[in-house]
């Protein structure tokens, strides 16, 4: 099974939101005291792991700068979280952001697949064809493989992201191609190559004025933060392409403002939220874990409610 419809199908049992796992020193503090050891760091994140899990939801985004920030108790603290969570059939998205060629990029392929583990990884695309290229290789030749028990291996590429000063480089000016628009064509016809002509007629003849193929296996990192209008262009331009939504609670997106990012079936969105799951200003009064579950909870409840 490839990963677009493995993913389609975890989300399609559970809830379209993802939790990011980010270790904010911070902010740990009321949970996590220090010092942060390789075994702190593990069972804080199997800790959110499970209240996310007991909440509902099936997806998680590890951020690997902030296990990265700790060294080798993080890295390897990284690892063990992201195989308990595969453990609990979750789908994994290593929040990396890698870019090179070549070499380098070959890699980081066998860094966050193998290495790593996890079924998925982010992209930052600035290089050039040549930076998702081994990526896409690796992903195609693996597309009818199950990888530790779930579907083939998937990847996010960067393309309109929720920072403010992303619009700058990333949608150009009026004597300007944007770069993200480069980034999105590339992206369709790198799902599209995963069928061939005929399965794309077949489903077309099938599915009738649905006229959607499914769901691919390059996701598109589009922030949950733009307007209505950008958003729904962008579905428009990448209709069988997963777009991950960050942005949700800290960074001030509600649920109703990802509508516009999920296709006319209400599929292809994934909902992100990270600080606003992870973290209270105040400690539970009873189990921290207790907390991350109501807050995960009210973020799935929140979603469904407007699905």
Known sequence: MQFGEHLAKVVAASVPCCVGIDPHV??????????????????????????IHKAGIRVVKPQSALFEQFGPAGM?????????????????????KRGDIGSTARGYVKAAYEAM??????????????????????????????????????????VRTSNPGAAAWQCGDQNQSPVSRSVANWINRANSD??????????????GELDELPLGNFGAVIGATLDAKEMAGWREYMPNTWFLLPGYGAQGASAADCLHGFR???T???????????????????????????????????????L
């Open 76 to 96: 390897k603290a990284l690892v063990q979280i992201i195989s308990y969570a595969r453990s609990k059939g979750m789908v994994v998205i290593l929040d990396a």
């Open 264 to 266: 006319r079936d209400k």
């Open 194 to 207: 995963v069928y061939t002509h005929e399965q794309q007629l077949s489903f077309e003849r099938d599915n």
């Open 117 to 158: 583990g996890a079924n998925s990884v982010t992209l930052n695309p600035y290089l050039g064809p040549e930076s998702l290229e081994p990526f896409q290789k690796y992903i195609l030749d693996r597309k009818g493989l199950q990888m530790n028990g779930a579907g083939g291996p998937g990847a996010w590429v960067l």
């Open 26 to 51: 911070d902010q740990m503090q009321i949970v996590v005291a220090g010092p942060y050891t390789e075994v702190n760091l593990v069972m804080w994140g199997w800790g959110v792991i499970g209240a």
């Open 268 to 306: 292809g969105g994934l909902i992100v939220a990270a600080r606003s799951v992870l973290f209270s200003k105040e400690e539970h009064p009873v189990d921290w874990r207790d907390g991350v579950y109501e807050r995960a909870k009210a973020f799935a409840d929140d979603v469904r409610g407007v």
